[in-house]
C-alpha cells in the first residue's frame, strides 16, 4: 500500500510505509488534522505565529514558534528540541492553531521552542535513514530486556532527526530499576537514550491496529483524550459481562462502550424503578429482560405451577401496577388486555387434482456385467472358472478335491494322458496296461467327418497344465 509521497521500487511499484492502512485515512498520518484554511487564497491580517509539528507520521505532536519566514501546511521544518534538532511535518498552522491550543488546554505564557529552518533533501535522507534502523534496534532492546530479566515491554522506539538520541517507550505493571538497562543499551547503541513510560492504551495508539469492528483503532486515528471505562457501562447498556468480549486490543475495557451511554441512560430514566417483583391475583412475578428503546418488559410469574411463556408489557403498564402494589391492591393478570391479538387463520386444503402431474419415473435398463464370470458347473466361452493362485486355508483344499473330482469326470486330450502316464508309478502303469486290454464295446463308431475336430476341441474344456492338477491319484 502506498501514496503519492511514497517511494517506488525498481518495478515501478510503490514500496509503501508499513503503516497498516493509515493511508485510508490519514495520508500517512495516524492523528492527521485537516486544515480547511490553507487551501483558501486570502490573506489572514491576523497571523498566529504559531505552528502544529507532527513526528514520525502523527505518533506525537507539539507546537513550535516561528520567528523569521513564512511556512505553509505540509512542508518539513527543521525544529529545535533542546538537546539537538528535530525534522516534523507542519500539521496545522494560522487560526486553527489557536483553537488547537485551546482544546488542550496549553497556557498562553508558556515557552514555546522555535522553527530553526526548512528541511532540505539531506535532512529527509538521514530521517528516512533513521526511521529505517529502528526496527532492527527494537528487536535488539527487547532481547537485553529478557536477558536482564525485567518486568517490562519495549512497545516503540523514536529516533531523533539528528540521530544523536533514542527514545524508548514502555509499559510496566509499577516501578522499574533501569539503571542497568539504560548502561547496556548506550554501550550498545552509542547515542543518548531516553526511557518514558506510557500506558497500554498509549502504547497501542502508537503502533496502531484493527478493531473487532473492522475499523482502524480510535485511538490511533482520531481519539486523543482517554476517558475511564467500567463495566456499569455494559449493564447499563444490557451486554454480558465477557471479557474477551469487553477488552480491545491494549487488553482494556474498550473506548467505544462510553460512546452511546448517555442515549441509554437517558431510555434508562423513564422506566420504573425497583420494578423486579410485581405481584398479581394469580401470583408474584418477576423481570427476565426489557427491551430499552422500545419501551417492552418482559415478566415471567415465580411460581412452578404457573411457568409458561414470557408476557411483554409496556413501561407504563408495569409502573402502574407498581402502584397498586403499594397501596397493596393486586390485578388479576398482568396485561388488563391482551397486547398482541392472536389471530387463529383456518388452514383449507385445495383440491388440486388433475392440476399437477407428476413426471412418469423412469426405469434405468440394467446393463449386463460383461467382466463377471458365469455361475454354474460348466465354462463359458471357453474359459474356465479356476484361478491359477493357489487356494490357502481348510476351505481351499476342500475347494481343490472338488475340482478336482470334476475334472475326472470329464474327458482329456490323448497327449495330457501320455504325458501323465509317464510321470505315474509302476503300479499305476499296470492298471493303464489292464485298461487298454479291455474288449472292444459294441457300439458303432462313426466315421469323422472334416471339420468335426475341430469344432469338438473348441467345445472341449481348456485342460490345465501339470503344475496345477497332479493326476497322479486319478485311478
Known amino acids: 500500500m502506498g501514496c503519492a509521497t511514497c517511494s517506488n521500487n525498481k518495478d515501478g511499484t510503490p514500496s509503501g510505509c508499513g503503516n497498516n492502512g493509515h493511508c485510508l485515512t490519514g495520508g500517512c498520518n495516524k492523528k492527521n488534522t485537516f486544515d480547511w484554511l490553507s487551501n483558501l487564497d486570502i490573506h489572514d491580517p491576523t497571523?498566529?505565529?504559531?505552528?502544529?509539528?507532527?513526528?514520525?507520521?502523527?505518533?506525537?505532536?507539539?507546537?513550535?514558534?516561528?520567528?523569521?519566514?513564512?511556512?505553509?501546511?505540509?512542508?518539513?521544518?527543521v525544529?529545535?528540541?533542546?538537546?539537538?534538532?528535530?525534522?516534523?511535518?507542519?500539521s496545522l498552522s494560522g487560526e486553527l492553531v489557536r483553537l488547537q491550543t485551546k482544546k488542550k488546554k496549553i497556557p498562553k505564557d508558556r515557552i514555546f521552542r522555535r522553527v530553526i529552518r526548512r528541511a532540505n533533501d539531506r535532512d529527509i535522507e538521514k530521517l528516512n535513514?533513521?526511521?529505517?534502523?529502528?526496527?532492527?534496534?527494537?528487536?535488539?532492546?527487547?532481547?537485553?530486556?529478557?536477558?536482564?530479566?525485567?518486568?517490562?515491554?519495549?512497545?516503540?522506539i523514536e529516533f531523533q532527526g539528528d540521530k544523536r538520541k533514542v527514545t524508548f517507550f514502555y509499559t510496566a505493571e509499577g516501578r522499574v530499576d533501569f539503571r542497568e538497562l539504560v548502561r547496556n543499551y548506550a554501550k550498545e547503541f552509542r547515542v543518548k537514550i531516553e526511557m518514558r513510560q506510557?500506558?497500554?492504551?498509549?502504547?497501542?495508539?502508537?503502533?496502531?491496529?484493527?478493531?473487532?469492528?473492522?475499523?482502524?483503532?480510535?485511538?490511533?486515528?482520531?481519539?486523543?483524550?482517554?476517558?475511564?471505562?467500567?463495566?456499569?457501562?455494559?449493564?447499563?447498556?444490557?451486554?454480558?459481562?465477557?471479557?474477551?468480549?469487553?477488552?480491545?486490543?491494549?487488553?482494556?475495557?474498550?473506548?467505544?462502550l462510553n460512546y452511546e451511554l448517555d442515549t441509554y441512560m437517558e431510555a434508562l430514566s423513564t422506566f420504573p424503578k425497583k420494578a423486579d417483583y410485581l405481584k398479581t391475583e394469580k401470583g408474584e412475578a418477576h423481570l427476565i429482560k426489557m427491551d430499552i428503546f422500545k419501551g417492552i418488559m418482559y415478566y415471567a410469574y415465580t411460581d412452578p405451577k404457573m411457568r409458561g411463556p414470557m408476557v411483554a408489557m409496556?413501561?407504563?403498564?408495569?409502573?402502574?401496577?407498581?402502584?397498586?402494589?403499594?397501596?397493596?391492591?393486586?390485578?388479576?393478570?398482568?396485561l388488563a388486555e391482551p397486547m398482541f391479538e392472536e389471530v387463529d387463520e383456518e388452514i383449507n386444503f385445495a383440491d388440486v387434482t388433475g392440476q399437477i402431474e407428476l413426471p412418469a419415473l423412469k426405469k434405468k435398463k440394467k446393463r449386463r456385467n460383461k467382466n463377471r464370470k458365469p455361475q454354474g458347473k460348466g465354462n463359458y466361452k471357453g474359459k474356465?472358472?479356476?484361478?491359477?493362485?493357489?487356494?490357502?486355508?481348510?476351505?481351499?483344499?476342500?475347494?481343490?478335491s472338488n475340482q478336482e473330482n470334476k475334472s475326472n469326470n470329464k474327458p482329456s486330450n490323448k497327449s495330457n494322458n501320455k504325458s501323465n502316464n509317464k510321470s505315474n508309478k509302476p503300479s499305476d502303469r499296470k492298471k493303464d496296461i489292464n485298461r487298454d486290454n479291455r474288449k472292444p464295446s459294441n457300439k458303432k463308431q462313426h466315421p469323422k467327418k472334416q471339420g468335426d475336430g475341430?469344432?469338438?476341441?473348441?467345445?472341449?474344456?481348456?485342460?490345465?497344465?501339470k503344475k496345477d492338477i497332479d493326476h497322479s491319484d486319478e485311478w
Open 47 to 77: 497571523s498566529y505565529n504559531i505552528v502544529e509539528v507532527s513526528f514520525k507520521k502523527g505518533a506525537r505532536k507539539d507546537f513550535f514558534k516561528i520567528e523569521n519566514g513564512s511556512y505553509d501546511t505540509g512542508d518539513f521544518v
Open 79 to 90: 525544529v529545535d528540541t533542546g538537546s539537538g534538532y528535530d525534522i516534523g511535518k507542519i
Open 129 to 156: 535513514d533513521a526511521r529505517n534502523q529502528e526496527k532492527e534496534i527494537l528487536v535488539k532492546s527487547r532481547v537485553i530486556v529478557n536477558t536482564l530479566d525485567l518486568n517490562m515491554k519495549i512497545g516503540d
Open 198 to 256: 506510557i500506558g497500554s492504551r498509549q502504547e497501542s495508539a502508537r503502533i496502531g491496529g484493527i478493531g473487532s469492528c473492522g475499523r482502524e483503532l480510535c485511538c490511533s486515528t482520531w481519539l486523543s483524550d482517554f476517558r475511564s471505562v467500567s463495566t456499569a457501562a455494559a449493564r447499563y447498556q444490557n451486554i454480558a459481562i465477557n471479557q474477551t468480549k469487553l477488552s480491545g486490543q491494549c487488553g482494556r475495557l474498550k473506548c467505544c
Open 314 to 334: 409496556p413501561k407504563e403498564r408495569a409502573a402502574e401496577i407498581k402502584a397498586m402494589n403499594k397501596r397493596k391492591e393486586y390485578p388479576e393478570d398482568l
Open 384 to 400: 474356465s472358472n479356476r484361478t491359477d493362485k493357489k487356494p490357502s486355508g481348510k476351505s481351499s483344499n476342500k475347494s481343490n
Open 454 to 465: 475341430q469344432q469338438r476341441k473348441s467345445d472341449r474344456p481348456d485342460t490345465q497344465k
